[in-house]
Each structure stands twice: as C-alpha cells, then as structure tokens.
C-alpha cells in the first residue's frame, strides 16, 4: 500500500532537496548551549547562511526553483494538461493517490493551474466514494479561486448525497450553487427532487416544487411533475397524484406515458386493481403504446393480490401487442408460479428467461430450485444448474448451497459432493457451501468425508464457523463417539469459536447415551480450563440429562470444589 503523503507546502511532508543553498546538515561550529548563547539576541538559526536566501523567497515559483519536490508517481510527465491529469486520476484505483495527484499537480507542477474539469473530475470519485469532508475543501477551494464554474458539479454531488442517505446535505449544495455565480437550472432542481424522494422527504419535496420559482427563479418541467407525482403515489396519496394530473395542463404541461405509468403504479401498490386498469385503460384511449414496465406493473398488482390468472393474462396481452418480457417482468411471473406452488411454469419460465439471454438473480434461482425439490423433482433442479452453466450464467454460492442441501436432504450425499466438487472447479466455494455439504455428511453418517472437507475448508482459508463445529459435534455423537465430538470442541476453543446451548446439548446429550459419566465431568473441567461459558438453560441440560441417573450430590460436591463454573451457573 502507497505511503500516504500531503503535498503542501505547510506540513512540508514530500522530499525535497535545497538547490539554492546548502543544506542545513548541522548546527554552526560555534552554537553551544551555554548560558551566554541563549541570552545573544542572534539566533543560530538566523545566523546560517541559508536563511538569508530563504527569507528572499516571496512567490510561489520563486520557492519551486529552490526545492525539488518529488512526485506522487513515477513517470510524472514534464508536460500536464487538464485533459492529461484527467486521465491520471481517473486510472488510479487508490483514492488518496488519486487525491495526491491532484494536489502535487495545482501546487508543485510548474505552469500548471486547475480548471473546472479538473476540480469535476477529483469531486466526482470523491462523491461516489463517501468522501464528504474532502469535497467540502475543495469545494471550498474552487469557490476561493474564482474559477468559472458549471452546474453538473452540482448535480453529481446532489445525486450522491441523495444515494448516501443525506438530504440535508443534498439541499445545502442546491442552496450553495448561486456562491459559484452559477444559475440553478431544472435540472439540478429535478435532481434534488429525486433525492428528496428516495429518502422519503416527501413535505420537502412539496416545499420546493412549490418554491421553485419565486425563489429559485427554476421553470419545472415534466419530467419536475412526474417526480412529484411519484413521490405522491408512494406516500400513497393517490388523490393529491390526481389532483396534480388535472392541473398539469395549466401549467403548461402534457401528461405522458411515465406519469399515468406512475399513478397506475400508485393503485397497485394500494391493491386497487380496479382503479389500475381504469387509468391503463386510459393510457390506451389516448394512443400510447405501453411499455415492458407499465405491463409489468399491472402484472405485478396482480400477483400481489393473489390474481394469478389475470397477470397471465396481461403478460398473455403483452405479447401479443409486441411488447417484450423484461428481466423484471420474469422475475415477477417466476416468483407469483413459485408462491402458488407451479414449479413446471416457473421452470419454463425461467428457462424462456435464459433463451432470451436474460440473467436471472440468485434469489430467483434458489426460489425455483426450492420449490422443485419440495415437490420432489430433484433431477429437474439439477438440470436447472446444468442449464445455467450451459447458458454461462455460473451458479454462484447460494444457488449449488441451495441444490447440495436439497440433495443430501434427499439422500443423494455423493451426487451432493460431485456437486461441489464441479462448483469449486470455476469459484470459491463459501462457507455457506462446505458448512450445507458437511451438515449433509455429518446427518448421512458420511463424517470421514465430512472431516476431509472441514481439513479443506481450512486449508483454503475459509475458517469454520459454530455451525461447522456442531455439525461435526453431532455427527460424532450420532454414530457413538463423544469423545471425538470432544476433541472438536476443544478445537473450537482453541480456535476463540465460542459454543452455543446446542453445542454444549449435543455433547451432553450423546456423553449420557453411551453413559461417559467421567467425560462429563472431564467436560466440564475443560470447559473452565479453555475459557468457555456455560449459561443458565445449559446447565439445566447439563443437570437433567447428564447426570439425571447418577450420584449427583457426590459428583456436584467435587465439582464445586474444584471447578469456579457451578458458582457462576449458580449466580447467574
């Protein structure tokens, strides 16, 4: 990683090499610490005779020709232009490099000032980096420096803050543009608008459509409407988004497809189907040809309320009228199949899906692959994974996890494995993934396998988790060998794993059925010894289950006595 440095002249932190004068090696022969030297009105330093040459500099490239300052690259070019450290900064993936570049170019590189662009390009990484507090100094600068400004600096920096969940800063910067001398338009206006509404600041939104211009002297324009309209419509005032409809002409401006899309949008959101084929109903009589997203809304409606029949029947429309199936359109029809239980339409669906090229989501495949198998239809699930590797959609995690569970569920363990074994050939399997195929292994009896994968899963960095160690655990346990189950949990001790009620349940409960007495209690010595925490409801597991059949008050009086573990179940 660069070393991080700040090229200014004030922290003086870059190298730099006196070409003018000799360098300060050392103090004068004569500068000793003596009482005398400290009362002379002439300092040593005064004194040097480099300080009489700095004290002459009085610009800027009077310095530069004094000092050598080493750039933040190698390779820095003798010529820059705006253009040339544009592309400079935009190459570098380290931020604070990109950011030095910029600072070493306006203070250091001779002949060279910053311009609008070069300020757009830094802010803009910035912006979409959450770097805040460094934007705000070199907004700070820019306005210091009397550039000439333009507003798509302001735009991107209101989008950004919109998307960063902060729209107090979002209407600070819209206030801030006529600092700059620049004229707001409608379109930093629109942007505003649109932050306002993803972070639900509906009352300000309002506020501002309503002030636009009286007092920020911006004409709204469609496009101003439609925001508010949509903004309306999630508050889920829908009479209001009417209202605004009527008047929309007054103002100047024609309703189009996007704003009935959107109240169409507000009734199905509502459940109210009827309204929302009353206003697509509309959206035909006036001509318009509706598009993929005013279909799938419709549809969308539909299913939500449970209206199976009639999405396939818009979707039957759709087609027919020559409109096109998005990726979101599937999404919608595949997810309303699985929730109805119809995993033959959701796989046919989904298979139309990757024929037209269309890559559908994780959580979409996993839904389709679940409903499948509960079904009973494994082999259709895995030719399901088959087709998407055909298809170069590479199932990721999730997806062969949610296949490799089903399968061992199944009994299918080693088709399970050969699974896995195919995943891993193109990805990195998860933990997610080796803790579903070891859960399978361990449930199957399978646990030298189930060993041999949690050695690999180490072995490649992938660390295992609790629920690695009780599956092990209970798989030991399950076929008669506690003391194995042991021997991990000392492992997960070792390794800071702190165990759960079940890990400490599945020991104890399979240390009772082989009738382990002395391991019990040889557990709980070496649950104190590692550091481990029994609580409250543990212990009643511990006292009813394991030691229900023998001495109890023999054994509990030597544990007491040498373990501080009863005393801290006792006084929790």
Avoid at 47 to 62: C, F, I, Y
Avoid at 264 to 291: C, H, N, S, T
Wanted: proline residues 4%.
């Amino acid at each position: 990683m660069a070393k991080r440095r700040m090229w200014n002249l004030q922290r003086m932190l870059p190298r730099v090499t006196c070409t003018s004068t000799p360098c300060f090696r050392s103090l004068p022969p004569s500068f000793t610490l003596s009482t005398a030297s400290t009362t002379s009105t002439t300092t040593p330093f005064t004194a040097h005779p480099s300080h009489h040459s700095l004290s002459l500099v009085t610009s800027k490239s009077q310095l530069l020709k004094s000092y050598t300052v080493t750039p933040p690259i190698k390779h820095w070019p003798k010529r820059l232009s705006a253009k040339s450290l544009i592309a400079i900064i935009n190459r570098q993936q380290n931020l604070d490099l990109a950011l030095q570049i910029f600072r070493f170019a306006g203070n250091f590189h001779p002949d060279f000032s910053h311009s609008y662009e070069t300020y757009l390009a830094i802010i803009t990484r910035l912006a979409r980096a959450r770097q805040f507090p460094h934007v705000e100094t070199l907004l700070s600068q820019l306005q210091n420096s009397q550039i000439k400004c333009g507003e798509t600096l302001f735009v991107i920096l209101i989008r950004n803050y919109g998307l960063a969940s902060r729209p107090n800063d979002a209407v600070r910067t819209f206030l801030r543009i006529g600092d700059f001398s620049v004229n707001r338009s409608v379109k930093s206006l629109n942007c505003l608008l649109n932050a306002l509404a993803q972070n639900k600041k509906y009352d300000w939104l309002h506020l501002m459509f309503k002030n636009c211009r009286t007092k920020f002297g911006v004409i709204p324009n469609i496009f101003t409407c439609n925001i508010l309209v949509k903004a309306l419509c999630k508050k889920g005032d829908i009479n209001c988004a009417l209202k605004l409809l009527d008047e929309m002409p007054g103002m100047g401006m024609v309703p189009n497809v996007v704003t009935y899309t959107t109240i169409l949008g507000g009734y199905a959101q509502k459940g109210d189907m009827a309204g929302a084929k009353r206003v697509f109903g509309e959206i035909l009589d006036r001509g318009w040809v509706p598009d993929a997203i005013t279909y799938t809304i419709l549809m969308d409606g539909y299913c939500k309320k449970g209206s199976l029949i009639e999405a396939v029947k818009v979707m039957d429309d759709m087609e027919e009228n020559g409109v096109k199936p998005n990726e979101v359109t599937y999404g919608v029809m595949i997810e309303a199949y699985c929730k109805e239980r119809k995993s033959g339409e959701a796989l046919n669906l989904l298979g139309d899906m990757l024929e037209r090229k269309y890559v559908p989501s994780s959580v979409l495949c996993c839904k389709v692959i679940d409903i499948l198998c509960e079904e009973g239809k494994v082999e259709d699930a895995c030719e399901l994974w088959k087709r998407l590797l055909k298809k170069n959609v590479t199932p990721d995690n999730a997806i062969s996890s949610t296949l490799i569970h089903w399968l061992c569920k199944k009994g299918m363990v080693w088709e399970g494995k050969k699974l896995f074994d195919e995943f891993e050939r193109s990805s990195a399997p998860s933990i997610l993934t080796y803790n579903t195929l070891i859960a399978g292994m361990c449930d199957n009896g399978e646990l030298y396998e189930a060993g041999r994968l949690w050695d690999d899963m180490v072995d490649k960095k992938c660390p295992p988790n609790a629920f690695t160690y009780d599956k092990l655990i209970g798989g030991f346990c399950k076929v008669g060998k506690p003391k194995e189950g042991i021997r991990v949990l000392v492992e997960m001790l070792e390794k800071g794993c702190l165990p759960n009620e079940s890990t400490y349940s599945i020991l104890i409960d399979g240390l009772s059925r082989s009738g382990s007495q002395e391991e019990i209690i040889e557990l709980l010595f070496m649950i104190d010894k590692k550091g481990g925490r029994v609580d409250a409801n543990s212990w009643r597991i511990i006292l009813t289950k394991a030691l229900g059949n023998v001495d109890t008050g023999a054994i509990l009086n030597n544990i007491v006595g040498e373990c501080e573990l009863i005393t801290y179940a006792a006084e929790s």
